[in-house]
C-alpha cells in the first residue's frame, strides 16, 4: 500500500549535478519514520548513501560527503537528494527506502523500497 517513485535520475557528465526525488505515498506515518537513499553498481552490493531522520537529522557516507544532500518535505512526503560534482563512480541505480530507522549504530533499513532511478555519470 506504501509506494515509492523515484526520479530525477539521468545522464551527466562528470562534475555536473542531479536533483532526485522520492515521492511517497500511502503512508500515515511518514514524518514520523527515517528515510534513505541507497545506490547499486553493476556487480556490487547495494549501498547506503545518505538518511534523514524524522527530526531532519543527516548522515552520510563517506563517499559523498561534503557533495550529497538529503532533505525531506513532510507537507508533500518527499525525500530528496541533492547530488553536486558528481563522479563516474556515482553512476548507479538509486533507490529510496522509508520506514527505517537510525540509532547510534547507523540506519536500519524500512521494508519500503521505490524501484530505483538511473544515473549515469559519464568521464
Known amino acids: 500500500q506504501v509506494h515509492l517513485v523515484e526520479s530525477g535520475g539521468g545522464l551527466v557528465q562528470a562534475g555536473g549535478s542531479l536533483r532526485l526525488s522520492c515521492a511517497v505515498s500511502g503512508s500515515g506515518s511518514f514524518s514520523d519514520d527515517a528515510a534513505a537513499w541507497f545506490r547499486q553498481a553493476p556487480g556490487k552490493q547495494r549501498e547506503w548513501v545518505a538518511d534523514i531522520s524524522s527530526d531532519f537529522g543527516h548522515d552520510y557516507a563517506d563517499s559523498v560527503k561534503g557533495r550529497f544532500a538529503i532533505w525531506r518535505d513532510n507537507v508533500k512526503n518527499k525525500v530528496f537528494l541533492q547530488m553536486h560534482s558528481l563522479k563516474p563512480e556515482d553512476t548507479a541505480v538509486y533507490y529510496c527506502?522509508?520506514?527505517?530507522?537510525?540509532?547510534?549504530?547507523?540506519?536500519?533499513?524500512?521494508?519500503?523500497w521505490g524501484q530505483g532511478t538511473q544515473v549515469y555519470v559519464s568521464s
Open positions: 527506502n522509508t520506514g527505517g530507522t537510525t540509532s547510534g549504530s547507523g540506519y536500519l533499513a524500512g521494508r519500503y
